[in-house]
């Protein structure tokens, strides 16, 4: 089980711009698929974006492309998501999630569901007001 820590949310306004940060708790980070997603109260955990093991491949939400950019640094088994132009719909926990290094996960493979992950972060509120 990989152990995960989100740091870096925070109140902002419209507009305005966070950085989150992941790490892990791992000896070879680079073995781990990474993905964050989030969830608003009331509503289900949803997809926001995946990096690959290597970091070279990317996917994200139609509703953050554009705006979030997701990267990592194995060397220091952080995985960073940069959010920009933040809308009051993006208020929400978010979290950081690894897929298990025991699954076949191809090297560019970015995953979109829940399920695709094993361990997960205990969340950063990121609240934007309008």
């Known amino acids: 089980q990989v152990q995960l820590v989100e740091s870096g949310g925070g109140l902002v306004q419209a507009g305005g711009s966070l950085s989150l940060s992941c790490a892990a708790s791992?000896?070879?980070?680079?073995?781990?698929?990474m993905g964050w997603f989030r969830q608003a109260p009331g509503k289900e955990r949803e997809f926001v974006a995946g990096?690959?093991?290597?970091?070279?491949?990317?996917s994200y939400a139609d509703s953050v492309k554009g705006r979030f950019t997701s990267s990592r640094d194995n060397a220091k088994r952080t995985v960073n998501l940069q959010m920009t132009s933040l809308k009051p719909e993006d208020t929400a926990i978010y979290y950081c999630?690894?897929?298990?290094?025991?699954?076949?996960?191809?090297?560019?493979?970015?995953?979109?569901?829940?399920?695709?992950?094993?361990?997960w972060g205990q969340g950063t509120q990121v609240t934007v007001s309008s």
């Open positions: 999630a690894a897929r298990s290094a025991a699954r076949p996960t191809p090297s560019g493979w970015t995953g979109g569901l829940v399920n695709d992950y094993d361990s």
């Open positions: 791992v000896r070879i980070f680079s073995l781990y698929a």
């Open positions: 990096i690959s093991r290597s970091g070279e491949s990317t």
